[in-house]
């Protein structure tokens, strides 16, 4: 697994290079260390909203990060429910009804200070009394491949997100997994951990990618792979333990 490990970090940092070599990186630069932002991030996310599954869509989950914003707005101006993890999880998620909010703020409510500001904080019993069901996530990532395998920027929290909501009952095998980036962050092959996403879809900002030979995703939480660290910094995974009568990898 350290391998695997090394050969994901070693991906990041050519696919951070390369983006801002070609001066395809877009704010906030530079781009190492994140969920890269890049030139035509607009249009890869245009890609998306012509699919079937996202048109369908009620409820859509999204990670909070500037690429994928033009996606979080296209979602609140089409009138669907957003459902938004806080940074790091440390606050859990966001839950943004545009119903809610007045039409002139749904742009700065697809902003993650936006989201803060004009979405609620919800707990893991009022998602499942509220939401039901989400229709179709997008994902951040650093690096994709031809089978749809993603490398994120190394610290597990797309993975931990999907793994709550799929022991809530909220997603499952089928949900449909999105992402947007530069044609630069395609790479050859992407080493896989057991609890690494799959895509169903990629968009780029020149063409639509679809893996239709997708590998199956994670169950849930893993908890025998969960670090103490990545438990004790996570409430959400606290309460999802004690509700669901799991042992904890260590004493929060």
Not at 24 to 50: D, H, K, L, Q, S
Not at 169 to 179: A, F, N, S
Not at 211 to 234: A, H, M, Q
Request: hydrophobic share 40%; charged share 30%.
């Amino acid at each position: 697994m350290a391998d695997t490990r090394s050969a994901k970090n070693r991906i990041r940092e050519e696919v951070w290079r390369r983006l801002e070599e070609n001066n395809v990186a877009a704010f906030p630069r530079p781009v190492y260390g994140r969920i890269p932002n890049f030139v035509g991030a607009r249009e890869a996310a245009a890609r998306i909203t012509r699919l079937r599954e996202w048109r369908s869509a009620d409820i859509v989950k999204a990670n909070p990060d500037a690429p994928q914003r033009w996606l979080r707005e296209a979602a609140l101006l089409e009138g669907k429910k957003l459902l938004m993890a806080t940074p790091r999880l440390r606050e859990g998620f966001l839950l943004l009804d545009p119903a809610r909010i007045p039409a002139s703020m749904l742009r700065r409510a697809a902003t993650i200070r936006g989201a803060f500001s004009l979405g609620q904080k919800i707990s893991l019993r009022r998602l499942r009394e509220e939401i039901g069901v989400i229709d179709i996530i997008v994902a951040g990532s650093v690096a994709v491949d031809k089978r749809g395998r993603r490398v994120g920027k190394g610290e597990g929290y797309a993975e931990i997100e999907y793994a709550v909501l799929r022991e809530l009952g909220l997603v499952d095998e089928h949900t449909p997994i999105v992402t947007t980036i530069h044609d630069l962050q395609l790479v050859d092959e992407v080493p896989r951990e057991p609890y690494d996403l799959t895509l169903d879809y990629a968009a780029t900002p020149t063409r639509l990618l679809r893996f239709t030979n997708r590998e199956p995703r994670p169950p849930g939480v893993i908890w025998s792979l969960l670090s103490c660290k990545k438990y004790r910094e996570i409430p959400v995974l606290q309460e999802l333990a004690k509700t669901r009568g799991v042992k904890p990898p260590c004493d929060a």
